[in-house]
């Protein structure tokens, strides 16, 4: 899997290449060993643009996710898998709330984007959302053991 990370708003302590190592390791946990996966971490202010013009919804969000394909099964013209869109602002102040490292923050919001281009949803039902819920416990402990 080419993962192509874009630092519009960098983070601290933060490289491209851990985030590459660790989500190579729950891709191929998923069995998503082929394609392409592009990453944008930008500002709260981008994320707000993003969120109203796909969403059509106000305000920022932590993490958004765009599907290529239909979730499990890419569309044939294509490898990409999709992309996802994190907030730096969003996931700092979110990091601060939860008491927890801007690194594990920032897992979680990957896990999450991913999952969702995976076709899991969490607005579709509560067992849906247990179902997400479950994995990306499961997906974060992997991201963040390394």
């Known amino acids: 899997m080419d993962i192509q990370i874009t630092w ?12 590459r190592q660790r989500l190579k390791k729950v891709l191929n946990d998923l069995d998503c060993r082929d394609g392409e996966l592009s990453i944008l971490f930008t500002d709260d202010q981008r994320m707000a643009t993003l969120n109203r013009k796909y969403r059509g919804r106000e305000g920022s969000t932590n993490v958004l996710a ?3 394909g239909n ?4 569309m044939v013209t294509s490898r990409m898998l999709g992309d996802i869109v994190v907030s730096v602002d969003t996931a700092l ?3 601060r709330e939860g008491n927890q490292s801007v690194e ?4 979680e ?3 999450h984007g991913l999952l ?7 607005e579709r039902s509560s067992a849906d959302a ?4 479950t994995e990306q416990a499961r997906l974060l402990t992997m991201m963040i053991e390394g």
């Open 104 to 107: 594990e923050t920032v897992y």
């Open 109 to 111: 919001l990957l896990i």
């Open 93 to 95: 102040a979110q990091s």
């Open 130 to 133: 247990d179902r997400m819920e």
């Open 116 to 122: 969702h281009l995976l076709d899991y949803d969490h």
């Open 8 to 19: 519009q708003r960098r983070i601290p302590g933060l490289a491209s290449q851990k985030i």
């Open 71 to 74: 979730g499990t099964t890419p």
């Open 66 to 68: 765009f599907p290529m």
